[in-house]
């Protein structure tokens, strides 16, 4: 019987392969025919839709079959990666398909002060070439609004108001509630401005850090006001906010905006759908507000970038930078190098540009990927730095292997600086009455000890070892540079600068964005920057991931409560949220980390998971 048993679930489980592999056969036909077939919507024209249901991102999070299976889409249906929006408005300029541009704020949650410039600079090239640019929110807020302004015409809901904070906020502290629960936390740290031990250490911040922080976030407010100023001359944008931040609101927020300049139009979304159908047309719904539309996704695929002519590498680190492999959203450092090692092997690459958008993380993580760059560099390729909104600590540790580095003037940059945390928990033991005792071979046997804690000696090695790191940081810089290590020092200690100051301090080379980054790169390479093309060194979802993304895309038009007040109301939320995932990676990551944590996350938050979702991946592996 056992023979019998086991001769059935073989062939139970051939059955079963069989099964799956015409299930995949089916739905891989389906998405060739349906990638294959010609999109209507755009032989026929109309308005390049941008309706945003989350934001804009260096590299979206892959996404995982768990979103699909619970019904909760993906990460990545509600995040626009950058470049594609861009190439997408730069194709839209010069097509007659494209009769305009209409953008709907409504669910958007932003993306970076530099990212949100660069997508400005493509709206107005879109202007340049004489077609409208139309902009609807029900609210804007900070990043909305640095888009908005680049638009011909800004409409209101008419219950809705422009509101914009300014960068800054406050940030959870644990020093006392560690003292309550008796919790130490051992720090080891290099840079009077490395504040990101400070949550656990003190209540409040450093004057140290309250001077860094409070210069960096007045240079970022005074370039989104200069960016919103030369976008739209006539929005009297400080006297609308001194008069928010005055304690006099105003009768009317809408009518207040008009008046300001900062709004042209109020109207719910049907009128503004009704102003853009009398630009492009109605479209086939024949419903109120409807009007022909090409959807970004559609637009997108239709305008690959071309292929020929030598290419140039990018390589893109977004979001923490991690030891080992990760998906794309994380930049694991075994995971790049991989990519970039077996890029350089196999395509035939003239030049580098290393596309960065994070605040840093793992040392080990950091200079694996450098590593990875610099066997670039010895293959004979120039290396071209291109830094997006955040490119700190080991993003900056990244981009030292470069021979010129790009970024733009609110790029959030520096954070030359090293720490190591290790928390103990004696104090905690002794509150419930209990203790830790052993032996040891020596006098580091079983150090870090996180029962009884540290001793003198541990804590001296440790120290050590982040002084070492920070020797070897600051001595990278210098020799990438070209200044004195004495001179790093001084303009390092952890010290966070926007990218005005950083090209100042000598800390990149001038401004632009990635295809500047690109043009730089073929230029060294002695290339025509016309004639070449990037190649970017990623991994690709496959054809299945792809094919539940596009079958599942959940996107609509209605966006729910997208107020400014109660955007006021999920703000705390979402700075908690931050709070204890800043704390969570802190604890859980290496003991030494490059990381600046006074830095704007580099991405935006993704959408919410359902319980649903939650109760998925509790079930699946």
């Not at 931040?245 to 008009?258: E, T």
């Not at 409807?290 to 690959?304: G, H, M, P, S, Y």
Request: proline share 6%; hydrophobic share 45%; with cysteine.
């Amino acid at each position: 019987m056992r023979l019998v048993r086991a001769i059935w679930r073989f062939l139970m489980g051939v059955k079963d392969a069989l099964a799956l592999v015409l299930l995949l056969l089916f739905f891989g036909a389906i998405f060739l025919v349906l990638t294959a077939s010609p999109n209507p919507k755009i032989a026929n024209g109309g308005a390049l839709y941008l309706k945003f249901s989350g934001g804009i991102v260096e590299q979206p999070a892959e996404a995982q079959p768990v979103d699909f299976l619970s019904g909760a889409g993906p990460p990545a249906v509600g995040q626009t990666r950058l470049r594609d929006l861009i190439r997408a408005l730069e194709a839209a300029a010069d097509d007659d398909r494209v009769k305009a541009v209409a953008m709907d704020l409504d669910g958007f949650t932003g993306g970076g002060q530099a990212a949100m410039a660069d997508v400005g600079a493509a709206l107005d090239d879109v202007r340049a070439a004489h077609k409208r640019v139309l902009a609807y929110a029900g609210s804007y807020g900070d990043d909305a609004y640095q888009l908005a302004a680049h638009a011909d015409e800004v409409w209101l809901d008419p219950l809705g108001t422009v509101l914009p904070i300014g960068p800054g906020g406050s940030q959870l502290y644990y020093k006392g509630l560690m003292d309550k629960l008796g919790i130490e936390a051992k720090v080891y740290r290099v840079g009077a401005f490395k504040s990101a031990v400070e949550p656990f250490t003190r209540d409040d911040q450093s004057p140290e850090a309250r001077a860094a922080n409070q210069q960096l976030a007045d240079a970022l407010w005074r370039d989104w006001q200069a960016d919103v100023a030369k976008a739209r001359p006539k929005a009297q944008i400080a006297a609308y906010v001194n008069d928010l931040a005055g304690g006099k609101p105003p009768a009317d927020f809408a009518r207040a905006a008009v008046a300001s300049g900062l709004v042209d139009h109020i109207g719910d979304r049907v009128a503004f759908g009704q102003r853009v159908a009398a630009i492009v047309g109605p479209g086939d719904k024949r419903t109120a507000g409807d009007f022909k539309r090409i959807d970004l996704d559609a637009w997108t695929d239709a305008n690959e970038p071309p292929k020929r002519g030598p290419a140039i590498g990018v390589v893109t680190i977004a979001g923490d930078i991690v030891d080992g492999r990760s998906p794309p959203g994380t930049a694991g450092g075994d995971t790049i190098s991989e990519l970039l090692l077996k890029a350089l092997a196999e395509k035939n690459l003239k030049a580098l540009v290393v596309r960065i958008d994070s605040p840093g993380g793992s040392v080990s993580g950091s200079d694996r990927i450098r590593d990875a760059i610099l066997e670039a560099r010895r293959r004979g390729l120039p290396i071209v730095a291109s830094m997006g909104s955040v490119a700190a600590s080991g993003g900056y540790w990244v981009s030292t292997a470069s021979d010129y580095v790009l970024a733009e003037p609110s790029t959030i940059t520096g954070s030359i600086g090293v720490f190591g945390l290790l928390p103990t928990f004696k104090g905690s033991l002794a509150k419930l009455g209990m203790g830790a005792d052993g032996v040891r071979a020596t006098p580091l046997s079983g150090e870090p000890d996180p029962l009884q804690g540290t001793t003198p000696q541990v804590d001296a090695l440790m120290q050590a070892g982040v002084d070492q790191i920070y020797a070897r940081f600051t001595g990278l810089v210098a020799q990438a540079r070209h200044l004195p290590v004495a001179r790093v020092d001084e303009i390092a200690q952890g010290h966070v600068w926007e990218g005005s100051t950083a090209k100042t301090l000598g800390l990149i080379d001038g401004f632009g964005d990635l295809d500047d980054a690109i043009a730089e790169a073929a230029k060294r390479a002695h290339l025509d920057p016309e004639s070449v093309h990037p190649v970017y060194i990623e991994r690709e979802p496959s054809w299945a991931l792809r094919f539940l993304r596009d079958a599942m895309d959940q996107r609509s038009d209605s966006s729910g409560d997208s107020s400014a007040w109660s955007a006021l109301v999920t703000r705390p939320d979402a700075l908690l949220a931050r709070a204890l995932a800043d704390a969570r990676t802190v604890l859980s990551g290496p003991v030494m980390q490059v990381r600046c944590l006074s830095c704007p996350p580099s991405a935006p938050p993704a959408p919410a998971r359902t319980s649903m979702t939650r109760l998925a991946e509790a079930l699946l592996p």
